[in-house]
């Protein structure tokens, strides 16, 4: 099984981690503080997790994930990131983030821009419209488990949902498309990553983000889309 590099250890890269360890992948995770702070959480995780420096975990991973938000002045490990499919949680956060106006205008998306900071690396869109914490309102006892947790289902299973991939590059599409069905999901390709705006907030996709969509509406809302003018 391969190693998945979680850099960020907020709530979707330690509940992310929880739920790979669970689908039997090899999990290193990284934070800003440094692996010692990370050390209750590996000691939960067992023996196919540990932690690590940002540089060593992105040396060490198969492929990894970005679990933080888009920033221009990010120092980020592009060589350890070299050749590697690095998935993209990130959404674009006005609000969070402040204003980028690449992304205003409509000249780029946000993961374009992910991709420009780590131009040797395969950035695929992945993960961005699935909750990492329980649902609000709470309507029952299972509305308490992290979204990615409650909505999973096997393969074939007539609730199954889907989730949204998009990439410059097939092959981390294919990679998303695997972790997904391991994880209890279908894959939508909406590729490629000057696409991605399509599953951004704000989208008819969007608003049904929070109890998941199988894979036909998935499909439509995606192309109902309509990119604001920039």
Known sequence: MSTFGILGAGQ????????????????????????????DLVRELGPRARAASASDAAAEADFAILAFPY???????????????????????????GH?????????TIHELRQ????????????THVQFHERH???????????IVRLARPAGHPERMALVAS??????????TRLYDDLGYDTVDN????????????????????????REELNSNLQQARRPLG
Do not use: C
């Open 191 to 214: 590729s490629p990553l000057s696409e991605s705006w399509r599953s951004a907030p704000g989208t008819p996709m969007w608003s049904h983000a929070v109890d998941g969509q199988s």
């Open 137 to 147: 309102p709470i309507r029952v006892p299972e509305d308490r488990l992290p979204a």
């Open 116 to 127: 420009e900071q780590l131009p040797g690396s395969k950035i695929v869109k992945a993960f």
């Open 71 to 97: 920033a221009p002045d990010h120092r980020l490990p592009v060589e350890e990131l070299a050749g590697k499919v690095v998935i993209d949680n990130n959404n674009y956060m006005v609000w969070r983030d």
């Open 100 to 108: 980028f106006p690449e992304v205003d205008s409509g000249r780029k």
């Open 12 to 39: 979707v890269g330690t509940t992310l981690a929880r739920v790979a360890v669970a689908a039997g992948y090899d999990i290193v995770i990284a934070n800003s503080r440094g692996p010692q702070t990370l050390h």
């Open 167 to 176: 990439s410059d590059h097939p092959e981390a599409v294919e990679l998303v």
